[in-house]
């Protein structure tokens, strides 16, 4: 099994560790609920070394990725990125990413496990085009830096300033590239750094306040913040637009592999289903694959569930009929024998209370 290079590091902080992806990840330091608070209110510090990376080179690579995947690639200038999807030529989606445009490269930020289908993906493709795929995965590890004080401990732990990135820019800072992230529905940043170097920098960013947290809590983090999850959330089976990761397709951006399934589906037709969040009464915990229902008929299913501790109320992700994913409309879900009354919610969780109080 894979470690990250922080792996001996985490061990002498208490943290308890599960397989990810052939990975052995750090899930939590003994606290989920205050490693999670953390990144609210103040900073918190995660490794997410075992995310795929892959990196593009060559004079082709920004023409070849841009007629690949569902968003605008030619359009970035230097130190600009966006979130993309590679779908197949009938809609379905292989995989979400992340794409950031340095000056030499293009550097593809993947979910964990999807590395190698990605590449072989891509490789299929490439004929005659000048394009140098390289899985970069383990010689780049990855922290993430979280929360409102987030700026400035980053700004101060690199001695650069980084405050002013827009979502998915980035910027080097010595041999840090540094990018902004904001998938937990607070100003956050992503730190990819030779691994050498990872224990010094970890040193340094705990130093200036930032608190770690495993991967339990940021997986809770992303989700109040209505980011779902590859393989999880977004199904293979399911198009970009019943995934509801919209903002991962340009409409103007000219051809693509798939692209004609997304133009029908968004102008001519309507998806068969959406990706919803969903608010769930009681305490009782819903699991993947719970029917959703209403009136007694399934309408959908749960792909994913968890205790929402900013919120203080249980939370779901899942798909539902497209006449049933309105915000407001009430269903239930059947889990275990059990009946949960639920509610279909604007997403994101994250400041539900204050905008519907």
């Known amino acids: 099994m894979k470690q990250s290079s922080l792996h001996g590091l985490q061990e002498r902080l208490g943290g308890r560790f599960a397989e990810v992806s052939g990975w052995e ?8 609920t205050g490693e999670h608070l953390s990144v609210r209110t103040a900073a918190g510090l995660v490794d997410l070394s075992h995310r795929g990376k892959v990196k593009l080179t060559g004079r082709d690579r920004v023409q070849f990725l841009h007629g690949m995947v569902t968003n605008d690639v030619k359009g970035l200038r230097e130190g600009q990125g966006n979130y993309a999807a590679l779908i197949t030529a009938q809609g379905q989606t292989l995989a979400d990413l992340k794409v950031y445009c340095r000056p030499d490269s293009l550097l593809l930020d993947l979910e964990p496990g999807i590395t190698e289908k990605v590449c072989a993906t891509l490789n299929r493709y490439l ?25 400035g401990i980053v700004c101060a732990a690199l001695g650069a300033e980084v405050a002013g990135l827009e979502v998915y820019g980035s910027a080097m800072a010595g041999d840090v590239l540094v990018v902004r992230s904001d998938d937990t529905g607070e100003v956050g940043f992503l ?73 029908k589906m968004t102008y001519r037709g309507k998806p068969r289903r959406h990706l919803v969040g969903v608010t769930v009464e009681g305490d009782v915990l819903p699991s993947a694959g719970d029917s959703v229902r209403r009136e007694g008929v399934e309408v959908g299913h749960v792909t994913s569930s968890l205790h929402s501790p900013s919120l203080g109320r249980i939370i779901a992700f899942g798909y539902v009929k497209r006449d049933m994913n309105q915000p407001g409309s009430r269903v239930e879900i059947l889990s275990n024998g059990k009946v949960l ?12 209370e204050t905008k519907n109080p």
């Open 127 to 151: 004929i005659s085009e000048d394009v140098n795929l390289r899985d970069v995965t383990e010689h780049l590890s990855l922290l993430a830096v979280c929360g409102p004080a987030s700026p």
């Open 25 to 32: 990840v750090a899930v939590d330091y003994g606290d989920v």
């Open 191 to 263: 730190l990819f750094v030779p691994p050498g170097q990872a224990e010094g920098l970890w040193a340094g960013l705990r130093e200036k306040g930032a608190r770690p947290v495993g991967l339990a809590a940021f997986r809770a983090l992303r989700m109040e913040a209505g980011t779902p999850v590859y393989g999880i959330d977004i199904e293979e089976s399911s198009t970009p637009i019943e995934s509801s990761i919209g903002h991962a397709v340009s409409f103007d951006k000219g051809c693509y592999i798939g692209q004609e399934v997304i133009s």
């Open 341 to 352: 009354n639920a509610e279909i919610v604007e997403m994101p969780f994250y400041g539900l």
